[in-house]
């Protein structure tokens, strides 16, 4: 892929706002199948492009890091071909990865699409290469034209685009896919006398089998994760020994260490109370009035049934700075326009 090329695309995909990705999105989600729509939703609160800029606007990005307690892998570029393997679509990425470096060819100057219609267009390519439905490339397409975004095309161009997943995920359906996310534990024959003390699987890694604990009815999530004793901390340094897979420290919604994504399952857990709904918000994860939203605080979601979880890579406290940031610049503006008046 040429320079020029690249810095097409480039200057393409950083002409649309924060809002104008969260727009497209919207959009697409009902062309983006069931087993990708609450995934590629996921990942977008996942890799927020608003602090994505904040990092790349500040003087000092490691002393903001700091400041914003960013702990894990929060860039995006150290993980281009994996932030998005909880996707469906992810088995489908060389080819959407293809598609958008072809997304230029050499006579066309300037590029003239909206975000919306990119995506579906380089999703039907890659869709018709793979000889693939596709819905099921929507989503991942969305994720690679961020990806590039966030990283730029030099860097999306230059990792190999490998997707890594065992050959008995690779055979899965969507729709068997979409089945196990619905499907409860059975209880035995005399399930029913178990009342509370009936059990449920929390999955945490759809495609890695073992990754699985099991859930006392109406636990919260951390609570139960605690009981799984196995090596975390080897595999990520944010873990702590004894406490499980998902990284946590406070249980009390003030660390924002064990914000989960719930791919399946969220009509199990509790409803978001007002303090987990204000925390959220106040790290910058997600912003929502919804009873039971795609992202929670494990510490804080009371599990009624089998669920399926995303763990992020990392976690932060932004959405203050954020927040503060977009007051400040309405106030110049609001300021420049009365100078103006």
């Not at 909206?114 to 018709?128: G, K, N, T």
């Not at 209880?187 to 890694?205: D, M, P, V, Y």
């Not at 509790?270 to 910058?284: K, W």
Request: proline letters at 6%; one cysteine or more; charged letters at 25%.
């Amino acid at each position: 892929m040429t320079t020029e090329r690249t810095t097409l695309l480039d200057d393409f995909l950083c002409r649309f706002t924060s809002d104008d990705w969260a727009s497209a999105v919207a959009s697409l989600l009902p062309s983006i199948h069931a087993v990708d729509r609450t995934a590629t939703r996921i990942w977008f609160a996942f890799c927020p492009l608003a602090l994505r800029l904040a990092l790349d606007e500040s003087d000092d990005p490691e002393e903001l890091a700091r400041r914003l307690l960013l702990a894990g892998t929060y860039r995006l570029e150290d993980r281009i071909d994996s932030s998005h393997a909880f996707l469906y679509g992810h088995r489908y990425w060389p080819e959407v990865r293809r598609a958008i470096l072809e997304a230029l060819p050499p006579d066309q100057r300037p590029f003239a699409r909206d975000l919306e219609s990119l995506a579906r267009e380089l999703a039907a390519r890659a869709a018709a290469r793979c000889k693939a439905e596709v819905s099921l490339l929507v989503g991942i397409t969305a994720v690679g034209l961020m990806t590039a975004r966030q990283v730029g095309s030099a860097r999306f161009a230059a990792v190999p685009g490998d997707v890594d997943l065992p050959p008995a995920v690779l055979r899965r359906t969507p729709d068997q896919v979409l089945a196990a996310r619905a499907r409860d534990d059975s209880q035995g024959l005399f399930g029913f006398l178990k009342g509370l003390r009936k059990e449920w699987t929390i999955t945490f890694n759809e495609t890695d089998p073992e990754a699985t604990f099991a859930l006392i009815n109406s636990q919260a999530v951390t609570t139960a994760a605690a009981n799984d004793k196995r090596d975390y901390p080897s595999r990520d340094p944010r873990c702590f020994v004894g406490e499980g897979p998902i990284p946590v420290e406070c249980r009390t919604a003030v660390c924002g260490m064990c914000w989960v994504g719930v791919l399946g399952g969220a009509d199990k857990l509790s409803a978001v109370d007002p303090l987990e709904r204000r925390r959220i918000a106040e790290f910058g994860y997600i912003d929502t009035d919804e009873s039971r939203p795609i992202i929670r605080l494990a510490c804080m979601a009371h599990a009624f049934g089998a669920v399926s979880i995303v763990i992020p890579p990392w976690n932060g406290q932004f959405g203050k700075y954020l927040k503060a940031r977009r007051d400040e610049e309405a106030r110049t503006d609001a300021a420049e326009e009365a100078a103006g008046s």
